[in-house]
């Protein structure tokens, strides 16, 4: 498995789960990082919350569609390779999360669309590696996906170590993330969305280097 998989994995599940405890601690407590608590809030909110409320609840969910949209519109097909706009998607996601942070202190509600966007971005960064979706904004296929290959081994499969390792990676880069937002939320309150954005664009910078000098040695090595 390529190094720069797992690293990429590793740094996009750390600012999620960052981003999720800093949207547990202060955007309503609800995830941002996924839509399925606030489709459910939304649900059972029909009957009893004002218009204002539902207006802005759907707000987010389709502030999410929308990144994921912005996502489809910059990345073609679904295989994991270098040189597609990962590094576009990313420094997008780091503006949509300072966008974010300015209204959030401005006392401007919307600015929860914002952070929804950056989330469905990353959330549709979605790819496949040795047959296993990779997402790293949300835990919920990566345990399921571990558990059927546990049990599958259990039933005398072969179990597929690649994918383990990568999930694991996943799984403790989300849960440390957690912590970090938690503990920055703390110290910083809403300006701990910084890290995240700063990230976001390292990260996409990063990318951008190592992508175009892969495909420099490997234009100079077929000459």
Not at 56 to 81: K, P
Not at 97 to 104: M, N, R
Not at 125 to 131: D, H, I, N, V
Request: net charge neutral; hydrophobic share 50%; glycine share 10%.
């Amino acid at each position: 498995m390529p190094k720069w998989i797992e690293i990429g994995a590793l740094v996009l599940a750390v600012i999620a789960g960052f981003v999720n405890a800093i949207g547990l601690l202060s955007f309503e407590h609800q995830s941002v990082s996924h839509v399925s608590g606030t489709a459910t809030l939304f649900g059972t909110s029909l009957f009893s919350a004002s218009a204002t409320s539902l207006l802005h609840l759907l707000g987010v969910l389709v502030s999410f569609l929308l990144g994921s949209a912005i996502a489809g519109l910059l990345l073609h097909g679904d295989a994991l390779r270098l040189g597609k706009h990962y590094d576009t998607a990313l420094l997008l996601e780091s503006f949509l999360l300072f966008v974010a942070l300015v209204l959030l202190n401005g006392g401007y509600f919307y600015g929860h669309f914002f952070a929804s966007s950056a989330c469905g971005l990353q959330n549709a960064l979605a790819t496949k590696y040795s047959g296993a979706v990779i997402r790293t904004t949300h835990l919920t296929g990566i345990f399921t996906d571990l558990g059927i290959m546990i049990g599958s081994s259990l039933r005398g499969e072969k179990l597929d170590t690649r994918n383990v390792k990568l999930f694991l990676i996943i799984i403790a880069g989300f849960i440390a993330g957690g912590a970090f937002g938690a503990f920055a939320f703390a110290e910083y309150q809403l300006y701990s969305l910084l890290f995240p954005v700063i990230a976001c664009l390292l990260l996409s910078l990063i990318y951008r280097i190592y992508s175009r000098n892969q495909t420099f040695r490997e234009s100079h090595s077929e000459t």
